[in-house]
């Protein structure tokens, strides 16, 4: 912020959003460090793999194996459950839901760090699932093409 006051955002939040937004606290430490561009440093930085598979049956096969590997069972779905899953969420605008899904999915986990890499594999399939409305390409395919056109 470049002065303290009021700062008007031309920007508009969601219903989703608005909702939760008396609930939202930032951490103070994250928010000084990010105000003084301080980053955390490296060894507490959590070490999460964000996988980009070409095809929806790779980024299932991928939560698959992971899913069984640590006994979530509720994870492993066929391809096509998850992107009927997928699709009526894009359809409905409500990404919160598929979040909110997969959490319940995972069940307990042992570290927010933990967490967040599930939810990393189910981005991969969200990313991955092809879209009616595009052409039936993935959101993967459709950031391809952008950086492609900005060169």
Known sequence: ?????????PVRFGPGIQR?????????VQVERFLQRRLTPPERRPK??????KTLE??????TSAAQAEGKDRLVR???????MVLAC???????????????RVGEVPSLDD?????ALAMNIWNSTPQPDRGGRTAYELSREELLLDD
């Not at 939760?20 to 103070?28: E, M």
């Not at 999460?48 to 598979?53: G, H, K, S, V």
């Open 1 to 9: 912020m470049p002065a303290p006051g009021w700062v008007l955002w």
């Open 20 to 28: 939760h937004l008396k609930k939202f606290q930032l951490d103070p």
């Open 48 to 53: 999460i793999e964000y996988p980009r598979d």
């Open 58 to 63: 790779e980024a299932v096969a991928r939560m």
């Open 78 to 84: 066929p391809v096509k459950e998850w992107k009927t």
């Open 90 to 104: 894009m359809k409905a605008n409500d990404f919160n839901r598929f979040s909110k899904d997969v959490v319940k």
């Open 115 to 119: 967490l967040n890499r599930w939810l």
